[in-house]
């Protein structure tokens, strides 16, 4: 379907259906998560206490007390146990890492099942020790949650829905709406990992690559570093780079921000074996899912001193400067590639299919 | 006098920049009459006044004898008060209008010219910018309509007073001659090496010199920067290709003169008319067994591109080295041709030893354009240069402006209103950055040169193309999708003159359907307005998507999946893939379905002349068919297999609100402009595993490749045949349209031509737009077009 695709089809579900609904000045951003500043209430966001806000609608957390992060996703993946993690893995690093790109630091989740009637329970028993690992690992607890079965053939194995809470420090204030010219553009390791090993794994693909497992991690440890290295909003915006990859991510900063993202073909960090199975599947790893890298944009004099501190950790080790942030043309993706080219990374509509004539 | 009269004349074509006002101003006084000439946005206007039967006779060969490069589409007429003024003048332009005149293309040296640059009395003599009314630049430096020195890129040359004078001598060949100039006053070539330094010395002769000692050429052209290397030096070429990374494209040559060309390739009369004639394209021609060319010119091919000089700098420059030149496009392989210095400079630094340049500006880079000759008549491939933008007659235009964008790869657009379509030069394939703003940036250029703002923007349904994102984002229009298969047919009609419905036959590599598939091998039951799809190849999985495009040998391993010999060539150069692609088809990894015909063209090719990988589009089935033996008359069974009616169900939702809903929803057949064929009673597929499998049965039995390519193309022919064959059993239609990218192949052209007019079917094929999807853009605008009449608007 290609709604889930997470490219252009899915924005525009979401903006049609629910931001029509539900339509407020906190969801507006259709950030990975909401910031709720202390005080702050559905009908009247700034009755009790002025707050500032941002372009993009965002929260400025600029103000002494610390403000609550928010947000939830639902995880859905075939098949649910892959090389280098499972569901569980997903649900819990996924919501971290949601409250992480907020800036936040993430404290507590709750976590929610919909099981398919005769669902292994030794399969849910799994599912549950990785998710309570994920969690230690994390730094989070798992403080509530609920689970229904549903009849046979009306779910896919088991469905898990996370939403997680985290406390942002004062003075953070990330959003693609912060980005500007002159920015550099940095990712936090080899990208395409988790989505190459899954795909793989679900065609009953059996290629040799035995470093090929899923990247799934929590990246809370790594933004801490990079906001502590980079402060006073040096750092303007962080994505986890998951459906869609890191091309979608960077479409939506060029939109949002209105500014030309051009990446450097060579720079862009890709594991031998993820390329070699990108080339047999046919798939550009830039559009590929990961589950424990993102995209940070800094500013552009603190290139250096984000990859120190980002490579300073074991989840950031491979990270790299993959592009500048440019004034035109706003709005676009280009891709700098190793002959001189410069290609166009657009956001996908729907499943990927070739344009060749 | 006793019947004297006055007369209003206006003159609509391709009337400005041919010299045309001295031709009126000849004329009139020659008749004896009065009044003036002048043009303005919508082409020329006159008023003579004098004895009616003059006047008359004056309207005559105004219609009937225009100077040689016009085109004159209307001439209307009206009588007028006498004013009694004296003399007869040409006037300035004027800005009035509603800007519909029409700008020639750039046009080759006339021989009037080139005996100038020839005569060392001249004070031309060796200009490398002479040009007349009859020839030299227009499309290429026209920046804004009227077509008048201040709108073209010449506007920063003042006239010396010799130039000025023959600029407004009626009697002059240079009479308005917009880009008229001379050593005194006009443009200077400069020869520099790749750090910009001048080359002390004759241009010319030095850089004959340079090319000589084997080195690399920058040449500033009509419509951008072409590379030169002497062909007959093989590490020249091979230098060539390597720094500009073009692998195994062939390269197009230029020769000095038609016996040059001669010595290199068979030429016929119909080349001959095209080689000598004043669009001056690139000809595929037959190459001789002893053309002294470096083999890695065109590796392996049969045919070459050759083209004779077409503007001042080349004759001059192939005076002083008067070999066959290489003269390929100034880029590095897939980026548009370089035609602004700035990138010129930039970007062939690292390619080019040296740069044979000037300082007229391009303002629209302009591709050559490429055309080979089919049954005695030109069958475009690219159409560029000396043809842009030169308008096609719509024998049903559209009642609202019509803006068609065209597909992905070879995209074109075009701008029509009313009875003109102004297909666009030749932009590239779009997934460049560059060459999506050469799009943008033509359109606009386009609306403004002609004055048309479209009121319909009609796309492509891939959603993907950025041309249909193009499309989605014009708001200030009614957007209308069109079926890529379909938009192939109707271009084919447009191009004919046709209406339909036909049979319409869409071979190419790779389009979207309306069921949201990939389609390709398409047998169509088509109109203007509408189609339904009769037939198509069985579907068979793409295996990684564009990686099976550029992997051909993917292609054999779809179709012929595990079972095939471990010994059979193309599997074992693939062996350590083979297997995981077979089951990325069989599971659908990355793996959609497809019926395209290009893909069964790559399948044989990598079985049979062992092409894996491609480095060009289109590229395995080229080398498929310059191999195949000509005389072999033996051809592989197909067999039809009937499928259930196609479901007119549309597979998707539309991707987003604004999506073009149109496309996806059936059309009720009474919309189709088919309400009087009879419904088809079923649906087929043909089967080209058969094909695919009988291929792979000659190869394994020794059979020599160039006979098994024969019979491979005479198989594709058959099925072509029993295809129409069937749906006119079901629709009684006997005519057929055969377009699609797949139709550049001469030799399947041919035979499928031959089988159909055997069995008694009309053809229709390409004469002045290409088969390829350079012509699409063409095909959406007749589709709008015609659907705006079906609508009923007025
Ligand atoms: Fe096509
Ligand atoms: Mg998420
Ligand atoms: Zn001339
Ligand atoms: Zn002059």
Redesign the interface.
């Known amino acids: 379907l290609a709604h889930g695709a997470g490219g252009k089809a899915g924005r525009t579900l979401v903006e049609a259906v629910f931001l029509e609904a539900f339509r407020n000045p906190l969801l507006e951003p259709l950030a990975d998560g909401a910031i709720l500043a202390p005080g702050t209430s559905r009908e009247r966001p700034d009755a009790e206490r002025p707050v500032e806000r941002s372009a993009d609608g965002r929260v400025d957390q600029a103000a002494s007390a610390p403000a609550l992060a928010f947000t939830t996703d639902s995880y859905v993946v075939t098949p649910l146990f892959f090389p280098g993690g499972d569901i569980g893995d997903l649900a819990v690093n996924g919501t971290v890492n949601d409250l992480a790109m907020c800036g936040a630091r993430p404290e507590h989740l709750s976590a929610a099942f919909i099981l398919e009637e005769g669902f292994p329970i030794a399969d849910l028993r799994r599912i549950a020790a990785t998710m309570a690992e994920a969690a230690r690992a994390a730094g989070v607890t798992i403080v509530t949650g609920d689970t229904k079965v549903v009849q046979r053939g009306k779910a896919d194995g088991c469905y898990i829905t996370t939403a997680g809470v985290g406390t942002v420090a004062p003075g953070v204030r990330l959003g693609a709406s912060e980005v500007r010219p002159g920015d550099a553009v940095i990712v936090s390791g080899p990208i395409g990992e988790h989505g190459v090993t899954v795909m793989l794994a679900r065609g009953g693909l059996d290629i040799e690559a035995d470093d090929l497992v899923s990247d799934t991690a929590p990246l809370n440890g790594l933004t801490a570093r990079l906001l502590d290295a980079c402060p006073g909003r040096q750092v303007r915006c962080l994505r986890d780079a998951t459906r869609g990859g890191v091309a979608t991510v960077l479409n939506e900063v060029a939109q949002t921000a209105e500014v030309a993202v051009v990446v450097e073909e060579e720079a862009v960090p890709v594991r031998p074996s993820v390329r070699g199975a990108c080339e047999l599947l046919g798939i550009d790893p830039l559009y590929v899912a990961c589950e424990g890298r993102m995209v940070a944009v800094v500013a552009g004099d603190r290139a250096d001193a984000a990859l120190a501190a980002l490579r300073g950790h074991p989840l950031g080790e491979g990270a790299a400067v993959v592009g500048r942030i440019g004034e035109d043309p706003p709005g676009l993706v280009l891709l700098k590639t190793g002959f001189g080219g410069t290609r166009i990374v657009d956001l996908l509509v729907g499943d990927p299919l070739p344009r060749i004539c | 006098m006793r019947s004297c009269v006055r007369a209003e004349v206006r003159v609509d074509g391709v009337v400005q920049g041919v010299g045309f006002r001295p031709f009126v101003h000849r004329l009139a006084t020659d008749l004896g009459l009065r009044g003036m000439v002048g043009n303005d946005e919508c082409g020329v206007f006159i008023e003579v006044e004098g004895a009616s039967g003059a006047v008359a006779a004056f309207v005559r060969a105004v219609r009937e004898r225009p100077p040689p490069l016009a085109v004159v589409e209307r001439v209307t007429s009206r009588e007028i008060p006498v004013t009694g003024e004296p003399g007869f003048g040409i006037v300035a332009s004027t800005g009035a209008g509603r800007g519909r005149a029409l700008i020639s293309p750039d046009v080759a040296t006339c021989d009037d010219c080139l005996r100038e640059l020839a005569d060392p009395a001249d004070r031309r003599f060796g200009y490398p910018f002479v040009n007349c009314t009859a020839c030299g630049p227009r499309f290429t430096i026209v920046l804004s309509s009227p077509y008048d020195r201040a709108g073209t890129t010449m506007a920063s040359f003042p006239m010396c007073e010799a130039c000025a004078a023959e600029y407004h001598d009626p009697a002059s060949r240079r009479f308005h001659a917009q880009p008229v100039c001379c050593p005194a006053c006009g443009p200077r070539l400069r020869l520099v090496d790749a750090a910009s330094r001048e080359i002390p010395g004759d241009p010319f002769a030095r850089a004959a010199t340079l090319l000589r000692r084997g080195l690399v050429l920058a040449v500033k052209g009509i419509g951008g920067y072409h590379l030169a290397v002497r062909a007959g030096d093989g590490p020249a070429v091979a230098g060539l290709r390597a720094r500009k990374?073009r692998e195994d494209r062939p390269f197009a040559l230029m020769a000095a003169d038609l016996d040059a060309a001669r010595r290199l390739c068979d030429v016929g009369p119909e080349e001959e008319r095209l080689l000598t004639g004043r669009q001056r394209p690139i000809v595929l021609l037959g190459r001789r067994p002893d053309a002294a060319i470096a083999p890695a010119v065109a590796p392996g091919a049969r045919s070459l591109g050759v083209m004779l000089p077409y503007s001042p700098l080349h004759h001059l420059l192939l005076r002083r080295f008067p070999e066959p030149i290489v003269l390929t496009s100034g880029n590095?392989?897939?980026?548009p041709i370089a035609y602004t210095d700035e990138a010129a400079f930039e970007?062939l630094r690292g390619i080019a030893d040296a740069f044979l340049t000037h300082d007229r500006p391009i303002h629209t880079r302009t591709d050559d354009s490429v055309v080979r000759v089919f049954r005695g008549r030109e069958l475009p491939l690219r159409r560029s240069r000396g043809h842009v933008p030169s308008p096609l007659p719509l024998a049903r235009g559209p009642r609202r402006p019509v803006l068609g964008c065209g597909?992905?790869?070879?995209h074109t657009f075009c701008l029509a209103e009313g009875g003109r379509a102004f297909v666009s030069h030749h932009i590239g394939d779009l997934?460049?950055?560059?060459t999506?703003?050469s799009f943008v940036e033509g359109v606009r250029h386009f609306e403004r040169l002609f004055g048309i703002r479209p009121a319909v923007v009609a796309h492509d349904l891939?959603?993907?193309?950025?041309s249909t994102?193009y499309a989605l984002d014009r708001e200030d229009a009614e957007r209308v999708g069109v079926q890529?298969h379909h938009a192939h047919i109707a271009s084919c009609l447009a191009d004919n003159g046709a209406r339909g419905p036909v049979i319409g036959v869409a071979f190419?590599?790779?389009?979207?359907g309306a069921d949201g598939t990939?389609w390709g091998g398409e047998f169509l039951v088509a109109g203007l307005a509408g189609f339904r799809r009769a037939g198509h190849l069985a579907a068979v999985p793409?295996?990684?998507?564009?990686?099976?495009?550029r992997q051909p040998w993917r292609m054999a391993a779809a179709y012929l999946g595990g079972g095939a010999p471990r010994s059979l060539g193309v599997r074992a150069r693939n062996a350590a893939?083979w297997d995981?692609?077979v089951?990325?088809a069989g599971?659908g990894?990355?793996a959609?379905l497809t019926s395209s015909a290009?893909r069964l063209f790559d399948a044989v090719s990598a079985i049979v002349t062992g092409r894996d990988a491609v480095t060009y589009?289109g590229q395995a089935a080229v080398e498929l068919e310059q191999l195949a033996d000509p005389r072999e008359r033996g051809a592989y069974p197909c067999r039809l297999l009937t499928a259930p009616a196609p479901a007119p169900a549309p597979a998707?939702?539309p991707?987003?609100?604004r999506a073009p809903t149109p496309a996806h929803a059936p059309t009720p057949t009474s919309d189709l402009g088919l309400a009087e064929v009879p419904e088809p009673s079923g649906g087929f597929a043909a089967e080209g595993r058969d094909l695919v499998e009988a291929a792979l049965e000659d190869v394994l039995a020794g059979v020599a490749a160039p006979v098994v390519s024969a019979r491979f193309h005479n198989g594709v022919a058959r099925l072509i045949l029993s295809g129409c064959l069937r749906v006119r059993e079901d629709t009684g239609l006997t005519a057929v349209a055969l377009s699609g990218?797949v139709f550049q192949n001469v030799l399947l052209l041919e035979r499928a031509c031959a089988l159909l007019e055997d069995h008694g079917f009309t053809v229709l094929t390409h004469r002045r737009v290409p088969p390829?999807?350079g012509g699409i853009s063409l095909g959406q605008v007749a589709v709008a077009a015609a659907r705006q009449r079906r609508s009923g608007e007025t």
């Open positions: 990374r590095l392989s897939d980026e970007r597909a992905e790869l070879k997934e460049n950055y560059e999506l703003r891939h959603p993907e193309y950025l994102k890529h190419d590599g790779l389009g979207y990939l793409l295996p990684g998507g564009a990686a099976a495009v893939l995981a692609v089951t990325m599971h990894v990355n959609p290009g589009e998707r939702a991707a987003s609100p990218g390829n999807d």
